[in-house]
């Protein structure tokens, strides 16, 4: 075949590729989300925290219920003549009492631990999700995380945390925070509704594909 009909197979092979292919290849390559602001306003994990959060309070507020059954039950001890076999009797049940509350309350704290990270990977694994299915249809290559806050130069800290971001600058367009939390929060099963909006960063960033 010579470089003629070589050039002709070529053209007709690109003039054929399917129309989605073609505008993959001239949309953006790359986009940022901001991870920490689709957690702060992920409707999800807002009651997922909400939720443990009562479950906290309440496993608290039975703490301080048995602190106070232990502290009577120390008063009474303090009644009784040391050496006799109520005192004995007692003195065993408190003690008893005591390692149970303190074997309770740091399996509590570990399970509230693990329940936490769960609840932070699950919802983790969602965003993944929704910003890979984002990128695939609109011929996003590279997702990169960045931080949107505004940079408090007082703070040693912040300055520090601008200093090593990964993303100098970025045009609004390839920002595709607001669609996928936009998305993510159009799934969830309790939405806010009448409560308003969860956040005030604009609808801007890549369009959503139909």
């Not at 390839?174 to 669609?179: F, K, L």
């Not at 509704?193 to 139909?210: A, E, F, I």
């Amino acid at each position: 075949m010579n470089k003629t009909l070589l050039s002709l197979a070529l053209a007709l092979v690109w003039a054929g590729t399917s129309p989605a292919i073609a505008q993959r290849s001239t949309g953006p390559q790359v986009a940022i989300i901001d991870m920490g602001y689709v957690f702060k306003h992920h409707e999800r994990f807002i009651a997922l925290s909400d939720d443990m959060k009562r479950d906290i309070e309440q496993a608290e507020a039975d703490l301080k219920v048995k602190k106070d059954s232990l502290r009577k039950l120390g008063q009474q001890l303090d009644g009784l003549t040391k050496g006799t076999d109520d005192f004995r009797q007692l003195e065993e049940d408190l003690a008893k009492q005591s390692a149970d509350l303190q074997l309770k309350v740091s399996m509590q704290k570990k399970d509230f631990v693990e329940r936490e990270a769960r609840n932070h990977f699950d919802v983790y694994q969602e965003i993944v999700d929704r910003v890979k299915y984002h990128a695939e249809k609109s011929g996003i290559t590279l997702v990169l995380r960045f931080n949107g806050d505004p940079i408090d130069s007082t703070s040693p800290d912040e300055i520090l945390r601008g200093l090593n971001s990964l993303v100098v600058y970025n045009h609004p367009t390839i920002d595709i925070t607001p669609v996928v939390l936009d998305d993510l929060n159009k799934a969830a099963p309790n939405p806010r509704g009448d409560r308003g909006p969860v956040g005030t960063r604009p609808k801007q960033g890549v369009p959503r594909p139909q």
